[in-house]
Structures are given as structure tokens and as C-alpha cells.
């Protein structure tokens, strides 16, 4: 990094690689009037215990102005668990909700307008029943599956490299992922079918390079493997989403957004022949959880502004701010309240949303745009030479890569090379603060009643016939949808049809 930048620091084309807002490569943003004439939209993440309790906050949020709603499930949910299996044990609702039958997913939802109310669901490889779940609930509620709006995440290859919660093979696994974009697009759905996640690679310790390189790979597999079942691009492309972190450094943020953006769409009309709004990506934006600290957590709120001003002046769609608590336990009412309100005083009262892309130009900027973009793209070189994502990670190129630059930053954070304000400088002896953590056991206790009630209500003899259908699909060709669907209504246990998938498909061990 230099001191000073220049006129001569940045060799670019105006023309071809800035261009206009909304118009290809689309540097300055997807949309021609970007927040002048639309606010990102501002979507909390929330999800704790029970799907009464979390339909609770959700209701918190929308009434203090929050435009969207965001879901995270507890681990056994995303793990294709039920409840009451002896792998969810000490796991049920701690860091999600805990969703078992079609039933709690209504609970979750109800009587919130999901004809209105756009919904992210942060689930892979669990996804396919969690879609099939909330179209169950749209329907049962009046709204028409043309008429849901949402994302659900649905991107299992950074699972392998940085997460975990994965279940099956990547040869099936990626069916699972090419049956959800085919559903949504022979359903005529206005949904997300995929957020493809540098979030998670982020936060495990990748640089901002690796973040866009690794991500866009595993864009363009997923693009892949969904042209090879017979989907033309144009027709799933337009509804591809993203999904990035925004950490510390304001300038490098914004530039990262602004390369990838740009990358994307060179790679996939260079790749597949994609039109401009396939070429448009449109991503998410959390704020780093990794950059939260336990001391001095207070700090955590000035540095959740700075990442969210990153993503905004970056050309976020939409964006979700942590609280400042988060290192210690799930966020309070009160934090989750003030991480929200960041957002509405970026959005009303610094007047960043008044002019498209105000970044644009600047040496500096410009100039470190180019740099990741081409960092990026010598990644995604790396990863063809190894024959794409889903080989590279299998040789285990991802995780190796994450694994030494988190080896490095940590380095430099214990050395004091990398300031963190509170950790290694500046710090005091100040008293923690008392977070309750709420009775797990008890809540544990409940959703597994409530499972054994469920399971007790239900026509047992046409669950089994749904799951039977389901494992013939899995052994043969043809789309999992359909008959997830109608194991879902007839009120089949997540854990029930992930465990048809299972033994059907094995478990994914890594090497």
C-alpha cells in the first residue's frame, strides 16, 4: 500500500471498467438510481430457542423498522437432526431456531404477511426441505408460491471449506442445489434459489482477495453443474444472490465490492454468455463476526459502523449489522434494537444513500479495485487448473489457502503488528458485562414435546409412503422437490427425510 495515490496510480478505462450504474460491468452499482431511489434493504438476522420466541423478535424488528426478515436455525436443523436425536443433545435452539415438522415453521411465520415481507433463510444442506417447508406454509396461509419473495442460502461447497454443517456427498449435494434453482424457476417463484457465501470463508480467516476469488469459483461450479442438468443461464442466472462479509478496513471493503461485482460479470458473459441482469450481482452484507470482541464489547458498535458504512458506499442490496454483544451470547433485544438503528442512521442522516456510488474516481480506490479484481481472478486460475471448485476443495486448495492467511493475521494480531483496539492495546480491567443466558434445557425439553405431539397427530402410513417416493427419486434422476414437498405435508420430520437422503446417499467424510 502506497502513502499517496495518483493520477498514475490507476491505469483503468472509464468507458469499460466504471461505466455507469446499472450498466455493464456494473463497477458503480447493478441499478441505474441505486439508494436514491431505493434503501438497501435492512435484514436482521435472528433466530434463538423456540419458532414462538423467534417469531417474537421478528415481530420486535419489523416494528422498529427492520424491511426483511433473515433466519438462522439451530445446528441439529441445519444438520438434518431432529430434536430428540441423540446427536441434538445440549444442541436445540441455541444458535437458531429449532425447526422439526412444517408446523414450526408456521409458528416461526405466523401472522406475519409473507406475501410482503421478503424472508433469507441461512440453511444448505438442509435446504431443499426448509424451501419446501415455507412454500407448505405459504400455502396454507393463502399466499400462493408465485407470491413468496425470499432467499434461501443453498451454497454446500463452502460448507466442506469452511463451516461444516454438511451432510451428504458433493455429487449429490450439488443435485440437491441444481433441483432448488430448477423448482424455483419451473415455479415461476420470486425467490433467491442460492446465496453464494464468501461470509463464511471470511470468518475463517480469508483475505479479501480470497474472499471474491473463492466465492466467484464456486458461483461459476454451481452455474456449471445447473447448465449441465439443461437449465439455460438466462433463465436461473437472474435470480443468483451473494453473500459477503464486511470487516474493518472501510477502503478495502468498499473496493471488494466493487471488484467483485465487476469480475462476476466479466466471468460469467466470458464463461456462459450471460446476459447484463445475469451479470448483475446482487449480494447480502453481514457485518464481521469474527471482528467482534469480548472486551471492551462496547467498541464493537463503533466497528459494526464502520463495516456497514463499507457495504453501503460498496453497493450492498441488503445488509444485516451485528450487535455489539454478540461475542458473548446471542444479542439481546436492546443490541439487536441499536445494531438496527445503525443502519437506519447510516440511511437517513449521513447521506450516503444521496448520491450513487460517491467512491467512484478516486485514486486510491480505483486503484485497489483493480487489485483485488485481479488478485481474485488469478484465484479462480488457480482453482480451473485443479477442475473447479467442487475438485479443489475435495484436494483441499480452499481450506489450505483460509488456513495460512488465518495462521498469519493471528501472527500479526499477538505480535501487535494489527491493532485491535481493547485486545492488544488500549486495554483495561473493566467488568465484564452479565449477559442471561436463557434455560436451554427447559427449552430442549419443550420442542421435544412438542415433536412427540406432532408425530402423534399425523398419518403415519402417508409419511411413509412420502418417504418411500423420496428415496426413489434419490436413487434415480429425477427432482427431489416434488416429493419432498409432499413428505412435508404430510407432516415428515426434517430428520425423517435427511435420513432417507442418508442412507440412500452416505455421508460426506472429509479426506
Known amino acids: 500500500m502506497k502513502r499517496l495515490y495518483g493520477p498514475g496510480d490507476w491505469a483503468g478505462d472509464p468507458g469499460t471498467d466504471l461505466g455507469r450504474p446499472g450498466e455493464f460491468p456494473f463497477t458503480r452499482g447493478v441499478y441505474p438510481e441505486m439508494y436514491t431511489g431505493r434503501l438497501w434493504t435492512m435484514r436482521q438476522y435472528a433466530g434463538f430457542g423456540t419458532a414462538r420466541e423467534t417469531n417474537q423478535r421478528f415481530r420486535q424488528l419489523l416494528a422498529a423498522g427492520q424491511s426483511g426478515l433473515s433466519t438462522a436455525f439451530d445446528l441439529p436443523t441445519q444438520m438434518g437432526y431432529d430434536s430428540d436425536h441423540p446427536m441434538a443433545h ?45 412454500v407448505v406454509v405459504g400455502e396454507e396461509q393463502g399466499v400462493p408460491r408465485t407470491r413468496l419473495t425470499g432467499t434461501v442460502q443453498n451454497d454446500v461447497l463452502k460448507e466442506y471449506v469452511a463451516r461444516g454443517t454438511y451432510i451428504y456427498p ?35 480467516g480469508a483475505t479479501a482477495v480470497q474472499e471474491v476469488g473463492f466465492t466467484l469459483a464456486n ?58 441482469v445475469t451479470a448483475r450481482l446482487r449480494f447480502h452484507t453481514q457485518t464481521g463476526g469474527v471482528t467482534l470482541q469480548a472486551q471492551q464489547p462496547l467498541n464493537n458498535v463503533v466497528r459494526v459502523a ?23 451470547a446471542l444479542p ?95 486495554t483495561d480491567v473493566s467488568a465484564p458485562l452479565k449477559i442471561e443466558a436463557p434455560d436451554f434445557s427447559s427449552l430442549e425439553n419443550d420442542q421435544r414435546r412438542r415433536l412427540a405431539q406432532a408425530r402423534e397427530r399425523r398419518d403415519g402410513a402417508a409419511v411413509a409412503v412420502a418417504l418411500t417416493e423420496i428415496r426413489a ?13 409432499e413428505a412435508v405435508r404430510a407432516r415428515a420430520t426434517l430428520g425423517e427425510i435427511s435420513d432417507t437422503l442418508r442412507t440412500t446417499w452416505g455421508v460426506y467424510r472429509p479426506a
Do not use: C
Request: net charge negative; aromatic share 8%.
Open 90 to 134: 445440549g444442541e436445540v435452539g441455541r444458535v437458531g431456531v429449532a425447526i422439526d415438522t412444517v408446523d414450526d415453521l408456521a409458528d416461526l411465520f405466523r401472522d406475519l404477511p409473507l406475501d410482503r415481507v421478503s424472508t433469507s433463510m441461512t440453511i444448505n444442506a438442509t435446504a431443499a426441505i426448509l424451501l419446501a417447508m415455507y
Open 170 to 204: 458433493a455429487a449429490p449435494s450439488l443435485r440437491l442445489v441444481a433441483d432448488i434453482f430448477r423448482f424455483v424457476s419451473d415455479e415461476g417463484m420470486s425467490f433467491n434459489p442460492i446465496s453464494i457465501s464468501g461470509y463464511h470463508m471470511r470468518e475463517a
Open 219 to 276: 458461483a461459476l461450479e454451481y452455474v456449471r453443474i445447473a447448465v449441465e442438468s439443461g437449465l439455460a443461464v438466462d433463465t436461473f442466472g437472474p435470480r443468483l444472490s451473494f453473500f459477503f462479509a464486511s470487516h474493518n478496513d472501510l477502503f478495502e471493503e468498499a473496493a471488494k465490492f466493487r471488484a467483485a461485482r465487476r469480475l462476476w460479470a466479466r466471468l460469467v458473459r466470458e464463461r456462459f454468455g450471460a446476459g447484463d
Open 306 to 328: 464502520l463495516q456497514a458504512l463499507a457495504s453501503v458506499l460498496g453497493g450492498t442490496q441488503s445488509l444485516h449489522t451485528n450487535g455489539y454483544d454478540e461475542a458473548l
Open 332 to 426: 439481546t433485544e436492546q443490541s439487536a434494537t441499536l445494531a438496527l438503528r445503525t443502519q437506519q442512521v447510516l440511511a437517513y442522516e449521513s447521506g450516503v444513500s444521496d448520491v450513487i456510488d460517491p467512491l467512484a474516481g478516486s485514486y486510491y480506490v480505483e486503484s485497489l479495485t483493480d487489485e483485488i479484481e485481479a488478485g481474485a481472478r488469478a484465484l479462480i486460475g488457480e482453482v480451473d487448473a485443479l477442475g473447479g471448485a467442487a475438485k479443489a476443495i475435495e484436494r483441499g486448495f480452499f481450506q489450505e489457502a483460509i488456513a495460512r492467511s488465518a495462521y498469519e493475521l493471528q501472527k500479526r494480531q499477538e505480535s501487535g503488528e494489527t491493532v485491535v483496539v481493547g485486545v492488544n492495546r488500549f
Open 473 to 485: 427419486a434419490a436413487e434415480g434422476t429425477r427432482s427431489l422437490m416434488p416429493p419432498i414437498l
